[in-house]
C-alpha cells in the first residue's frame, strides 16, 4: 500500500476554509485517496473519496493534482465541531477494506 | 436507521482473562471490520469479516480471534489479555466486499477495554 505524509497539526479560523494537504508520492494508478475523520472518541466518519478527479459533497471537496502525488481536502467554512483528526488514505479498490490509517492532521478551528 | 453498534462500551478485566466484543452492522450490510486504536497510535486494522467468513487479517497475535454469524454481526475475542491490549477497538460494516462506496466504511463508537 501506498503511504501517506499529513502535517500533524493546522488551525483554522472559524468561517474561513480549511485546507488539509496530503503527500502520496508513491501512489500506484488504481489506488483511490480516501479521507475520514475522528472526532474525539468517536468512531471515524468518511468524507470523501476519488481517483483522479476532483470530488466535491455535501462536506468536503478533494482536489487531486494531475500526477497524483498529491491531494488537498477542502472544508469550506470550517466551523468548530469540525475539530478533529483527519486522516488521508490510498487504497487499492475493494482491497476489503483494509484501510491504513496513518497518524492524520490534527486540525483546530478557533473563534 | 441505526448505526454500527457495539457492547459493551467499557470492559475493564485483568491480566491473563478474556475479552468479548460484540458488533452489529448496519441493516444489509455484510461486511464487518475490526480495528485497534491503543492510546496515543493510530488506529490498526484487525480483522474483516465477509458472509462469514474471514477475509483478511492484520500484524496480530493468534489470541486475537473472532467470527461472523449468520446475521452478519460479529465479536472479537481476545485471549490471555496483556497490558498492552488496552485499547478503544472500533467495528465499521460495510455493505459489498470492499466498500459500499470503494471503501466506505461506517464505523461504531467503539469498545474501550482497559487491562488492569
Known amino acids: 500500500d501506498a503511504k501517506t505524509t499529513q502535517p500533524p497539526s493546522m488551525d483554522c479560523a472559524e468561517g474561513r476554509a480549511a485546507n488539509l494537504p496530503c503527500n502520496h508520492s508513491?501512489?500506484?494508478?488504481?489506488?483511490?485517496v480516501y479521507w475520514y475523520r475522528q472526532i474525539h472518541s468517536q468512531g471515524p466518519q468518511y468524507i470523501i473519496h476519488?481517483?483522479?478527479n476532483n470530488e466535491t459533497n455535501e462536506m468536503a471537496s478533494l482536489i487531486i493534482t494531475e500526477d497524483r502525488k498529491s491531494s488537498t481536502l477542502i472544508l469550506p467554512h470550517a466551523t468548530l465541531r469540525d475539530t478533529a483528526v483527519y486522516y488521508c488514505?490510498?487504497?487499492?479498490?475493494?482491497?476489503?477494506?483494509?484501510?491504513?490509517f496513518g497518524q492524520g492532521t490534527e486540525l483546530s478551528v478557533k473563534p | 436507521e441505526a448505526g454500527v453498534t457495539q457492547s459493551p462500551t467499557h470492559l475493564i478485566k485483568t491480566r491473563g482473562q478474556q475479552a468479548t466484543l460484540r458488533c452489529s452492522p448496519i441493516?444489509?450490510?455484510?461486511?464487518v471490520y475490526w480495528y485497534q486504536q491503543a492510546l496515543g497510535l493510530g488506529l490498526q486494522f484487525l480483522l474483516w469479516?465477509?458472509?462469514?467468513?474471514?477475509?483478511n487479517r492484520g500484524n496480530f497475535p493468534p489470541r486475537f480471534s473472532g467470527r461472523q454469524f449468520p446475521n452478519y454481526s460479529s465479536e472479537l475475542n481476545v485471549n490471555a489479555l496483556e497490558l498492552e491490549d488496552s485499547a478503544l477497538y472500533l467495528c465499521?460494516?460495510?455493505?459489498?466486499?470492499?466498500?459500499?462506496?470503494?471503501?466506505?466504511?461506517?464505523f461504531g463508537e467503539g469498545s474501550r477495554l482497559t487491562v488492569l
Open positions: 465499521a460494516s460495510s455493505l459489498l466486499a470492499g466498500g459500499s462506496a470503494v471503501g466506505e466504511l461506517f
Open positions: 441493516s444489509g450490510h455484510t461486511s
Open positions: 476519488g481517483l483522479k
Open positions: 488514505i490510498v487504497m487499492i479498490y475493494n482491497q476489503g477494506g483494509k484501510l491504513i
Open positions: 508513491t501512489i500506484s494508478g488504481n489506488e483511490y
Open positions: 469479516y465477509d458472509e462469514g467468513e474471514e477475509r
